[in-house]
């Protein structure tokens, strides 16, 4: 049989040439600034200040980014994030796929109970002074730990992973392991984390980003700088304007200039947005599935 085709009314029409035109202009002023910071991070700074960079590189040059990598606490900052999304990330997916888990089981006593007391801890929050004097008592004010074990459990991520279980994961699989001989952690780490590739793509997505852009936790927290994420060394340059010229071993040269400041932060804020970037498109497959799963059935 030929298959039939509905031909779009004029009404229709109308809707889609309304429709695209603002769907591009949503576009346009998402996808300007990006361009835009990029551009003038390539940019003479000079000709970013006059306005005559408003769109691509004028006077291309890489000095900007020399001396972002010539800048030490900038290196350091950024080899301290590095180590708080992947350190921090372990702990976090670590500590919500059992939390998920044992609350998906049905057989689990109380489990009502210890839901509404992790949903109870949304609606109140302890305040920032008792906070910094627990995190100060238990010996973690001033240590890497600080930015880790206090943002160890999300809840939210505990509420759609415990979701993405009780839909994906049939309790006939669980009775079939336990015939078998299976216990429970057997059972988690030989069934449901094959099968959970979606959700721990969420929780990684969700807490890496989380821990690539805290800064007002360091900020609290930490007042070594050898310790400081690079946010937190960002912060300091966009908001301060604290360039300390003793630090800049190769570019002599450009610290002379007038607009060295304003040609950093355009860099650092490109070199900052990198990662993220580069890591969305592999989990992004995963990303979508997951979360759908996880906040809209069960």
Request: hydrophobic share 50%; proline share 5%.
């Amino acid at each position: 049989m030929a298959a039939t085709t509905i031909k779009p009314t004029r009404s229709d029409r109308i809707f889609d040439v309304w429709n695209y035109a603002l769907l591009t202009i949503f576009f346009i002023i998402v996808l300007y600034p990006l361009v835009y910071v990029a551009s003038a991070s390539f940019s003479n700074p000079d000709a970013v200040i006059s306005g005559q960079m408003w769109l691509l590189p004028v006077q291309p040059t890489l000095d900007g980014y020399r001396a972002v990598f010539s800048y030490e606490s900038i290196v350091q900052g950024y080899l301290n994030s590095v180590f708080y999304v992947v350190a921090g990330t372990v702990v976090n997916v670590f500590m919500t796929i059992l939390a998920g888990y044992a609350l998906s089981r049905r057989d689990l006593y109380g489990r009502n109970m210890f839901m509404f007391l992790f949903v109870f801890t949304t609606l109140f929050s302890g305040g920032l002074i008792p906070t910094y004097l627990v995190v100060d008592d238990v010996g973690l004010l001033n240590t890497r730990w600080a930015l880790i074990v206090p943002t160890a459990l999300a809840v939210y991520n505990v509420i759609i992973t415990r979701t993405f279980f009780q839909v994906t994961i049939p309790h006939e699989l669980l009775e079939a392991a336990q015939i078998d001989g299976s216990d429970d952690f057997t059972f988690l780490r030989r069934v449901v984390l094959p099968l959970s590739g979606p959700i721990i793509a969420v929780n990684v997505l969700f807490y890496a980003i989380g821990h690539w852009n805290q800064f007002f936790s360091a900020l609290i927290y930490l007042t070594n700088e050898s310790l400081f994420p690079l946010q937190l060394v960002l912060r300091e340059i966009l908001v301060q304007n604290s360039v300390d010229p003793s630090q800049m071993s190769d570019a002599t040269e450009l610290l002379r200039r007038q607009h060295l400041r304003d040609l950093l932060k355009y860099s650092l804020i490109v070199v900052a947005s990198l990662p993220p970037l580069m890591l969305y498109p592999f989990v992004q497959k995963y990303f979508v599935k997951g979360l759908i799963v996880g906040s809209l059935k069960g």
